[in-house]
């Protein structure tokens, strides 16, 4: 698993980053990918709108491509696959990212949680879950959702 995620990043992204930080961006890219998966399989039906939506949001993150967020995307999925608990993804995430990173990181899950028109109980929970891990706190949580909410109202 490891070996293909350092190889896509190796032929697709690496000449973007910076060789001293290039697996560690790797890893936290990986991680904020399988977070966006996991919001697709909260409410235990992933649908077609939502794993474009986690394509899109993957390419404006991380400013990549849509065959790079797709290819991103497949890693991820395989990496929650083989986890235990989301636990070492938000870490990373927590550790690794400002505080408006965060916060960019529950907006984006919003939107993955939004992108089928219908926002189920489990979605919302696992939101104010990775919330709390990465240490975002409720009111900016909420603002999150009131964000992409407005967005997609307009």
Same mark, same amino acid.
């Given at each position: 698993?490891?070996?293909?995620?350092?190889?896509?990043? =190796? $032929?697709?992204?690496?000449?973007?980053?910076?060789? +001293?930080?290039?697996?560690? &961006? @790797? !890893? %936290? #890219? %990986?991680?904020?990918?399988?977070?966006?998966?996991? *919001?697709?399989?909260?409410?235990?039906?992933?649908?077609?709108? &939502?794993?474009?939506?986690?394509? /899109?949001?993957? @390419? +404006? %993150?991380?400013?990549?491509?849509? =065959? +790079?967020?797709?290819? %991103?995307?497949?890693?991820?999925?395989?990496?929650?696959?083989?986890?235990?608990?989301?636990?070492?993804?938000?870490?990373?995430?927590?550790?690794?990212?400002?505080?408006?990173?965060?916060?960019?990181?529950? +907006? *984006?899950?919003?939107?993955?949680?939004?992108?089928?028109?219908?926002?189920?109980?489990? $979605?919302?929970?696992?939101?104010?879950?990775? !919330?709390?891990?990465?240490?975002? !706190?409720? &009111?900016?949580?909420?603002?999150?959702?009131? #964000?992409?909410?407005?967005?997609?109202? /307009?």
């Amino acid at each position: 698993m490891f070996k293909n995620m350092k190889q896509f990043f =190796e $032929e697709r992204i690496q000449s973007v980053m910076n060789d +001293e930080s290039d697996s560690e &961006e @790797q !890893s %936290l #890219r %990986l991680a904020t990918a399988a977070l966006m998966i996991e *919001m697709t399989r909260a409410d235990d039906e992933v649908t077609d709108e &939502e794993r474009q939506a986690v394509d /899109g949001v993957l @390419q +404006e %993150l991380f400013a990549i491509s849509e =065959e +790079e967020a797709k290819t %991103l995307a497949k890693l991820a999925a395989a990496e929650v696959d083989n986890a235990a608990c989301l636990f070492d993804f938000t870490k990373m995430v927590d550790q690794s990212f400002t505080q408006p990173q965060k916060q960019r990181v529950v +907006e *984006m899950l919003w939107r993955v949680a939004f992108s089928d028109a219908h926002k189920d109980h489990e $979605e919302e929970y696992l939101v104010r879950k990775i !919330s709390d891990l990465i240490h975002v !706190s409720h &009111e900016n949580f909420i603002k999150a959702r009131h #964000r992409v909410e407005e967005e997609l109202a /307009g």
